[in-house]
């Protein structure tokens, strides 16, 4: 049997129970089940109602106790139903008050679980409070993930304290693809500042010359490389966010609020002026020379590294090992198809050879694009996420905001950015435009088929079938880079494959 993890704390006060309660919003899950004990008094009702207030994000959230009514639902972020079994006849009810489906969708928090104590789920957490002194001790005990999840608040909670915001109000904010996720962090000075949480993560499995995934396809693991590339963008002008703290080891990073506008507007669509700002933007930085060894500290220099033929077609291999199986029902790429594929790219690989290069950020689209409309300039676009930057053909970010993954970027706007960029790197002399064009449409093909693969990888793999929404618009930008004739081969092998048609 999976022995529980005690947690034991000290809280002063009040205000400290309080906090503990929105510390605790922040790390439980669906499927979750919170079971609060402690004798009448102790802080269990005051706990709840900070942890609902928190993640409605509401301070005046009224949150009735249900003593009497035995539960009370509130549809917040995560769905939570809010127990109360003191008065509760015999514990079979519990079930008939909706336990077992509430548990499902979202978080139960039950106060008096000892009156339901055979009925209550093996894996849930324990939280007891009891009077210590003049304030209160609070023991938490929980499984797994679980108890993962609860030290990792309170080492933030630790965090924000040695920064110098142990009182700081947090609230949840978003999390991505990758396993970052982000907090607004209120400190009653009127400054939103932001919370990175990147935890680190054990080495995965080897998948090509004895190294893991990351290393291959030079995805960073800690923050060094976030750390570096936003400072030397703040010096060359641009608006990457300023670092207040950083915990390398723990993966903890305090961060500059750069806003809260995006580049869509409210039905999800593109707003022309912010694209048309946003590759100004690019044009800008592919025009300065980042140095490719940038020192963090004392002890450590970043070197970016070089989006290299290994890490190219790593990438274009989602293809073959994840979209290919799921478009044929299972059946795998023939061992004919992967030559012929990889010999395909390792052909256009080499016409990058003499491509411009220079800093790429990797994923410059509307999720991590910030709008600045009071700023001017390049300031006016805010660069939030650059932490996997490499060296590597510039055109790859203009493709990756010309064909924006997330939303549809229609003929005419892309006629329209194509064209903006081209102008002002003409007006700026020392610009091959044949040459960048092919290098556009090659990194178009490359960025697509790897989302192609990346997709149906994160549905099958990764439990998240809602990027599956993106595959039709993937493949029709695909289509557009391989009207480019240096793609003629790679068109032949996709409209074979059935991943393209002849009219797209």
């Not at 548990?103 to 009891?130: F, K, N």
């Not at 990058?352 to 990797?362: A, D, G, I, P, Q």
């Not at 993106?470 to 003629?488: C, D, F, I």
Request: glycine letters at 6%; one cysteine or more; hydrophobic letters at 40%.
């Amino acid at each position: 049997m999976t022995t529980a993890t005690a947690i034991s704390l000290y809280l002063e006060d009040e205000a400290e129970t309080l906090r503990l309660g929105e510390d605790l919003a922040l790390a439980l899950k669906p499927g979750d089940c919170l079971a609060l004990s402690g004798e009448l008094g102790a802080g269990k009702s005051a706990l709840a109602r900070a942890f609902l207030r928190a993640l409605a994000d509401d301070a005046e959230l009224e949150v009735p106790s249900p003593t009497f009514t035995l539960v009370q639902s509130y549809d917040l972020r995560i769905p939570i139903s809010h127990f109360d079994l003191y008065r509760l006849a015999d514990p079979g009810e519990l079930n008939e008050l909706g336990f077992e489906e509430a548990l499902q969708s979202g978080i139960c928090l039950v106060e008096w679980p000892e009156m339901a104590d055979g009925e209550m789920p093996a894996d849930r957490i324990t939280l007891r409070l009891t009077h210590e002194g003049a304030g209160r001790r609070v023991t938490i005990a929980a499984l797994g993930k679980q108890a993962s999840r609860i030290r990792r608040v309170l080492a933030i909670r630790q965090f924000l304290g040695k920064a110098g915001f142990p009182e700081a109000e947090r609230r949840f904010l978003t999390g991505d693809a990758s396993l970052r996720a982000y907090e607004a962090v209120y400190a009653g000075d009127g400054i939103r500042r932001i919370l990175m949480d990147w935890p680190p993560l054990p080495e995965g499995p080897p998948v090509l010359d004895g190294k893991p995934y990351p290393k291959v396809a030079h995805i960073a693991e800690n923050a060094y490389p976030f750390v570096a590339i936003a400072a030397a963008l703040r010096d060359d002008g641009f608006a990457a966010p300023e670092i207040y703290d950083v915990d390398y080891d723990q993966g903890i990073l305090l961060l500059e609020d750069l806003g809260t506008d995006g580049v869509l507007d409210a039905a999800g669509r593109p707003i022309p002026e912010r694209y048309r700002e946003s590759v100004a933007c690019l044009a800008k930085l592919h025009s300065h020379t980042i140095p490719q060894d940038i020192r963090v500290s004392d002890a450590h220099i970043h070197h970016i590294p070089d989006f290299d033929r290994t890490a190219m077609k790593m990438e274009v291999r989602l293809v073959l090992d994840w979209h290919l199986p799921w478009r044929r029902e299972g059946a795998p790429a023939s061992d004919a198809e992967r030559d012929d594929y990889l010999a395909i790219w390792d052909s256009l690989i080499d016409q990058l050879e003499t491509v411009e290069k220079n800093l790429l950020l990797r994923d410059f689209h509307s999720p991590n694009i910030i709008w600045r409309g009071n700023e001017t300039g390049v300031r006016r676009i805010g660069l939030i996420d650059f932490q996997d930057a490499m060296i590597g053909p510039t055109a790859y970010d203009l493709a990756s905001i010309t064909q924006d993954a997330r939303v549809t970027i229609e003929p005419d706007l892309f006629d329209q950015l194509m064209e903006h960029y081209l102008s002002l790197r003409r007006a700026g002399g020392n610009f091959e435009e044949a040459s960048f064009l092919k290098s556009w449409a090659i990194m178009s093909a490359q960025r697509n088929c790897k989302l192609a693969g990346l997709w149906v990888r994160l549905m099958q793999r990764d439990g998240k079938p809602v990027y599956m929404k993106h595959m039709p618009r993937t493949l029709s930008y695909l289509g557009v880079a391989l009207k480019h004739e240096a793609l003629a081969p790679l068109r032949d092998w996709c409209l074979r494959a059935g991943i393209v048609t002849s009219e797209s």
